[in-house]
């Protein structure tokens, strides 16, 4: 635990490189001066479409968060990843909840593999928002 403060800033960029973790992304706009920032990064040899049909359908009752199931489901999070596209779970409109943890995450305006998903920190989180205990 003493160590934390000094690993943070390798944990928050884990995987990226300087450029993106420099680089403006989707949501900047709405919080310009954060006290803390995250970017993580892994290659995927995949196009941007191919992608976004497994990140689409993420979240609770939805394709799972491709994750430790077993971890989550202890703490009965009731979380079932996919090892699939399931057709169902392809469409996301603004506004829609998608069941993550403790923050929902939220489609922002955009389609396809344009679009993004925000999540909404700060404050208290709607209580259908916790896919966690319930």
Known sequence: MLAA???RGRYNR???????????MPGDELVPHPRLGYTRAITV???????WQWLVQIG?????????DGLENLARCNIHSVDRIVGEHQ???????????????YPAPGS???????????GRPPREASPCGQ
Do not use: C, I, K, M
């Open 112 to 122: 396809g593999a344009r679009a993004s998903l925000r999540r909404r920190t700060g």
């Open 14 to 24: 884990w995987g990226a490189t300087t450029s993106e973790v420099t680089a403006p």
């Open 60 to 68: 609770q009752g939805r394709g799972g968060l491709y994750s430790f």
């Open 45 to 51: 040899n995949a196009s941007p479409e191919t992608v």
């Open 91 to 105: 469409q996301l409109s603004v506004g829609d909840l998608v069941r993550a943890e403790r923050h929902p995450l």
């Open 5 to 7: 403060p000094l690993l």
